[in-house]
């Protein structure tokens, strides 16, 4: 299956179902007010977060980077919203990724997020949720652990310096 087709799987405060302006299908899924699903372009763009090493379990093996961690905590303890509360308030929206590219990945409003998020924790075993504006992820892994990292911004190509290497 290609990127983004099980919005069924979405908790039912992000999307919903809507008509589709398509000619090819009926129905197709929709971010619900504060809520926009990331087409393949856009999930690309932020899904490069995956340029860190990976445990067995495929999960992020922040040991390998400890300088990036800013913080570790379990899913049920308060300490966890309130990492969030901190590091994300500041930002106007935050991305969703989940555990397998078949759900789409969203971009939520952070108050959105930060209001559902103890429900998210408490009933999605895995998923990372990331601040474009404060270089930020917190990240929900099956084994319960919660961690927050800074994620170094990807540095931007200078077309000086590439035309200079060619």
């Not at 922040?62 to 309130?82: E, N």
Request: aromatic share 8%; proline share 9%.
């Amino acid at each position: 299956m290609p990127y983004g087709t099980r919005g069924d799987l979405l908790p039912a405060f992000l999307a919903r179902v809507v008509r589709s302006a398509r000619a090819d299908r009926l129905l197709e899924w929709s971010g619900r007010p504060g809520v926009h699903l990331l087409d393949h372009t856009e999930h690309r763009h932020y899904e490069s977060l995956t340029r860190f090493p990976r445990t067995a379990e495929a999960s992020i093996d922040w040991s390998a980077v400890p300088d990036l961690v800013l913080a570790t905590t379990h899913h049920d303890s308060p300490a966890a919203i309130a990492m969030a509360n901190q590091w994300f308030t500041p930002a106007p929206h935050v991305i969703l990724f989940w555990q397998t590219p078949l759900i789409p990945t969203v971009r939520v409003d952070t108050g959105l997020f930060l209001t559902h998020l103890a429900h998210l924790l408490a009933s999605t075993p895995e998923f990372r949720a990331y601040s474009p504006t404060t270089h930020t992820l917190l990240d929900s892994a099956f084994s319960g652990q919660v961690t927050l990292a800074r994620i170094p911004p990807e540095p931007k190509s200078d077309s000086r310096a590439a035309a200079a290497r060619a």
